[in-house]
C-alpha cells in the first residue's frame, strides 16, 4: 500500500494511491494513522477497495513534521570510490536533520547565501510504526511502519566548517521527503533496493542497498540501545558515492537546477532549486 499525505480544498490529508488517483483515508495526518497501528491499515485498506479517488491539489511530505530525522552517515563500501581516504566507522555512526528543515516533492530547496556550496543525496529513509527500544536485528524490521525517500541536501560549507554537521544538515529546506510511505509489507527486504540520484537529468549515484555496510535492521538495534524510536520518527540509512562534494571539481548545486532522488519500488522525488537571496 503506498499512502501520501495532500492538500484538498485547502485541508491536509492522508490518502492510498489507487489507480492513478488518491483516495482518502479520513486521517489528516500520517502519524496518527500509523499510533493506530492495525485498525489504521485497516481503515487504509477499506478506503482503499471501496472509497473514491480526489485530485490532489499538491502532494505533500508523507509526514511533514517528523519527531525525529536520524540519519546514518558513511554507510555504503562504494565510499572508497571517491574517497580512498574514508575511515569507516567500526559501529554506525548518526546525525540529526532538523524536522522544520523537511519539504516536499516539488518544493524548492532555498540555497541561503551565494557561496552556500549544497550538495544532494539519495537515501532509502525508515518510517517507524511503533515504540522501539533496545531491540535485536532480528526482530528490528518488525517495527518499520514503511519506506521513503530522503534528500539529505547538505550545506557543505557549513557541515565541514568546525564540523558543525546539524546546521550544515538542517538548513530550511534542505529535507526533501517523500513522494509517498510504501507499507512494509511490499517491501520485505530492504537490502535489495536500488537508489540513484540525477542532477538535471544527468545520474550522479548509482547503489543497490546491498552496498550497505551496516544494515537496516542493524541500525535500528544499534540507534535504540540508546534512543527509543515511536510512531512517525524517520530514519535514513546513508548515501553511496557520487556526492558533489568528492567529485573533481565539486559539483554544487545551484539556482535553476532540479534534483531527483529515486529508490526503486518507492518512486521519485523530484525538487527545483532555487536562491534565498
Not at 542532477?199 to 540507534?223: H, K, V, Y
Request: with cysteine.
Amino acid at each position: 500500500m503506498r499512502l501520501v499525505t495532500y492538500l484538498s480544498g485547502g485541508e491536509k490529508a492522508v490518502g492510498v494511491r489507487r489507480d492513478g488517483g488518491v483516495v482518502p483515508t479520513g486521517y489528516p495526518d500520517l502519524v496518527q494513522l500509523i499510533r493506530d497501528g492495525e485498525r489504521g491499515l485497516e481503515r487504509a485498506h477499506e478506503a482503499a477497495e471501496s472509497g473514491h479517488a480526489v485530485e490532489p491539489e499538491r502532494i505533500l511530505a508523507p509526514i511533514t513534521r517528523p519527531g525525529k530525522i536520524l540519519c546514518s552517515g558513511i554507510n555504503y563500501a562504494s565510499h572508497k570510490e571517491e574517497n580512498p581516504d574514508a575511515v569507516f566507522p567500526e559501529e554506525p555512526f548518526f546525525f540529526s536533520k532538523l524536522p522544520s528543515a523537511v519539504i516536499g516533492p516539488g518544493e524548492p530547496i532555498v540555497i541561503p547565501r551565494p557561496e552556500t556550496q549544497t550538495d544532494y543525496e539519495v537515501e532509502l529513509a525508515l518510517v517507524i510504526g511503533r515504540a522501539a527500544s533496545r531491540l535485536r536485528e532480528p526482530d528490528a524490521l518488525g517495527h518499520v511502519f514503511g519506506y521513503t525517500i530522503l534528500n539529505d541536501v547538505s550545506a557543505r560549507d557549513i557541515q565541514f566548517k568546525d564540523n558543525q554537521i546539524t546546521l550544515g544538515k538542517g538548513v530550511d529546506t534542505f529535507s526533501p521527503l517523500g513522494p509517498e510511505v510504501v507499507t512494509a509489507d511490499e517491501i520485505p527486504d530492504p537490502q535489495a533496493l536500488h537508489v540513484s540520484s540525477h542532477l538535471n537529468g544527468e545520474q550522479m549515484q548509482s547503489s543497490p542497498t546491498s552496498d550497505m555496510i551496516f544494515s537496516a535492521a542493524r541500525l535500528i538495534e544499534f540507534l535504540t540501545a540508546i534512543v527509543t524510536l515511536e510512531a512517525g520518527d524517520v530514519l535514513t540509512t546513508g548515501t553511496p558515492a557520487g556526492v558533489g562534494a568528492f567529485r573533481k571539481p565539486p559539483v554544487w548545486m545551484k539556482p535553476g537546477d532540479e534534483i531527483t532522488v529515486e529508490v526503486d519500488r518507492i518512486g521519485r522525488l523530484a525538487n527545483p532549486v532555487v536562491a534565498g537571496w
